[in-house]
């Protein structure tokens, strides 16, 4: 499965990752890609406020990985300082990539090979101004069937 939509401020932005936590399993790895300032982090921010009622996210830059949660966490890993996939493998990214919950990993690419076959890609890009466009790419995963549907409804009541 493949959607894309595009969103209008960081307030849709983060709808759609409220609209992804509530409908994906746990153990689930959503592999973030997209330039700085994409909004990467806004997504995972709602992705944050419906698994564990976060507000306040930020960027693990320098931490590597922040946890909201605790029955069904949100693991939020950031690999932009990340020299490549050996770092993370020294960090022992298993258990956080098979952990219990979530899993939103931002500038995935720097992971490389280690990450599993089965995730959620999604692929954030400017599109001028406040807007951007958001791909999503179901790979090895089933989706829900009304997910378009219910990011539409999203959007719509996040404004833009």
Same mark, same amino acid.
């Given at each position: 499965? *493949? ?45 944050? *406020? ?19 949660g605790v ?33 939103a990993v ?43 549907? *219910? ?10």
């Amino acid at each position: 499965m *493949r959607l894309r939509v595009e969103t209008c401020s960081p307030e849709q932005t983060e709808a759609i990752g409220y609209v992804l936590a509530d409908c994906l399993a746990p153990g689930t790895l959503i592999a973030l890609f997209g330039d700085l300032a994409t909004g990467k982090t806004c997504l995972v921010r709602g992705m944050a *406020r419906r698994r564990a009622g976060e507000g306040a996210v930020h960027s693990p830059t320098f931490t590597l990985v922040n946890q909201y949660g605790v029955e069904c966490p949100l693991y939020h890993l950031d690999l932009y300082r990340l020299g490549g996939p050996e770092m993370l493998a020294d960090l022992g990214y298993e258990e956080v990539f098979d952990g219990g919950g979530l899993c939103a990993v931002e500038w995935a690419e720097r992971a490389g090979d280690l990450l599993p076959a089965d995730r959620l890609n999604i692929y954030l890009a400017h599109a001028g101004g406040d807007r951007r466009t958001v791909e999503i790419e179901a790979v090895g995963l089933a989706l829900p069937a009304d997910l378009a549907d *219910r990011i539409q409804s999203a959007l719509a009541a996040a404004g833009g």
